[in-house]
């Protein structure tokens, strides 16, 4: 019996978008714990340009496993197709969404037709928004709650010894979001509102009318002004940009705040102490069941996926090509033809 086939986007060499191929693989089958997924659509995420590129800037003992050629992507809103026979909490023909095997592998699969995924990185699709607007949940949203609200985890952070604590937000706090239009940042910005926290978003002035939208209580368009200058006695900054110039953020925290850069940079612990503020990170994790409470936000109204831009499979390319352009509003989603 021949094997079954499905298209997928597979690198066979590592360097800029044009090595993302679209080719005809086997349908992969579930292991112990998994689930056979239809996918509907795929999230993008910076992840995925990294491995696409070989993450040639990240010291070896921090890079995950790479076996070329690799179907890369982790975001997938879908179908379940089969579960494994040690699988209880999901059925066929549930539609699902998921955060798959992160961050134990840059290479989850989901750039396919059909992928493999492990039934705790899964939760059920939320009802009221389609596959598209499902697939930019699950990292930007996993990323954003495990650094507000629920770190969820005992592993320690790559980039620092000190454990993430999320600090309590409620209407006594002003958190200030940096790159807030983007995947993580408005999403993080919704659940601090959802929290009563005051929120201040930084982005270009382009994206001022959306954030207001989303419920910013202040806008600084970085292009006019520096918020770095602008910004005073803000008990946190969510940095979703983060890098190194992340540090000049500690200026506008009071003392007691705190700073948490999602891409980590360089901090002097002392500069830290004397301000009398922490700087903690952390690294977003598969979770279905946290991923299930943002589902619920979701469906509620209380939390809306925003999206760039969508693309075929076909043309993941111009997808990557999208995303190194910058000034994204929301997210970068892939669909895969219903008949293909």
Do not use: C
Not at 307 to 332: C, M, N, P, V, Y
Request: aromatic share 6%; charged share 20%.
């Amino acid at each position: 019996m021949p094997t079954p086939t499905m298209r997928a986007i597979r690198l066979h060499e590592f360097g800029g978008p044009e090595v993302l191929r679209h080719e005809e693989v086997p349908v992969p089958e579930p292991g112990p714990g998994e689930v056979l997924v239809r996918v509907h659509a795929i999230g993008v995420n910076p992840p995925d340009w990294y491995a696409r590129g070989g993450m040639p800037d990240v010291p070896p003992e921090l890079k995950p496993p790479f076996d070329l050629p690799l179907i890369p992507g982790t975001d997938v809103s879908g179908v379940v197709e089969a579960v494994a026979p040690d699988v209880n909490g999901f059925t066929a023909g549930e539609e699902v969404i998921g955060l798959l095997r992160f961050p134990a592998a840059l290479q989850g699969g989901a750039y396919a037709e059909y992928v493999t995924a492990p039934a705790s990185d899964l939760a059920r699709k939320p009802a009221s928004v389609d596959h598209v607007h499902a697939a930019g949940l699950p990292m930007s949203g996993l990323t954003a709650w495990q650094f507000l609200i629920e770190l969820g985890h005992d592993h320690p952070s790559p980039f620092q010894a000190a454990r993430h604590r999320p600090m309590r937000l409620d209407s006594e706090t002003t958190v200030l979001v940096n790159g807030a239009a983007g995947g993580v940042g408005h999403l993080a910005l919704q659940l601090a509102k959802w929290k009563g926290a005051r929120v201040i978003a930084v982005a270009s002035g382009a994206h001022e009318t959306f954030l207001r939208e989303l419920g910013a209580d202040q806008f600084i368009d970085y292009t006019k002004e520096r918020p770095e200058e602008v910004a005073r006695d803000v008990d946190l900054v969510l940095d979703a940009v983060g890098g190194p110039g992340s540090r000049r953020f500690l200026h506008t925290l009071r003392r007691g705040g705190a700073l948490y850069p999602v891409y980590f940079g360089e901090f002097d612990e002392d500069e830290n102490k004397k301000l009398g503020v922490t700087v903690t990170a952390t690294q977003v994790r598969s979770n279905g069941p946290q991923l299930a409470e943002l589902g619920r936000l979701v469906d509620a109204g209380t939390v809306r996926v925003a999206i760039d831009s969508t693309f075929a499979l076909a043309d993941a390319r111009a997808a990557h090509e999208r995303a190194a352009r910058g000034h994204i509003q929301g997210k970068i989603v892939l669909t895969v033809p219903e008949n293909s």
